[in-house]
Nanobody
Framework: QVQLVESGGGRVQPGGSLRLSCAAS????????IAWFRQAPGKEREAVSC??????????ADAVKDRFTISSSRDNDKITVYLQMNSLKPEDTAVYYC???????????????????WGQGTQVTVST
């Protein structure tokens, strides 16, 4: 059973940076997708970024394009996915979640309810 654990959240001033990590253990899939979602109070969970093993490039939501970067590293059955967040804005404040599933392409087309594996979330607060 894949387990996902996020870390790296915190409070930062506007214009600052944070790097989130998602540690996935018992990860034996060769074909997969991993995504970062976020959910602000009173709002629906939205996709921020994702990548699929069979796609050429990752997906970024328009709101974070050119500010956020997704990357990953793998060591056997452990994979760590990062979300580097720069030029943070107050509207980036949310709980950030990572999600994973055994799909090799088109991660941007999967809504939140279609991902089967989730972490517990990490809070990001951007304020003065």
């Amino acid at each position: 059973q894949v387990q996902l654990v996020e870390s790296g959240g915190g409070r930062v001033q506007p214009g600052g940076s944070l790097r989130l990590s998602c540690a996935a253990s018992q990860f034996t899939w060769d074909t997969y997708a991993i995504a970062w979602f976020r959910q602000a109070p009173g709002k629906e969970r939205e996709a921020v970024s994702c990548f699929s093993t069979e796609d050429g490039s990752p997906f970024y939501a328009d709101a974070v394009k050119d500010r956020f970067t997704i990357s990953s590293s793998r060591d056997n059955d452990k994979i760590t996915v990062y979300l580097q967040m720069n030029s943070l804005k107050p509207e980036d404040t949310a709980v950030y979640y990572c999600a994973a599933d055994r799909v090799g392409f088109g991660c941007e087309y999967f809504g939140a309810d279609e991902w089967n594996y989730w972490g517990q979330g990490t809070q990001v607060t951007v304020s003065t």
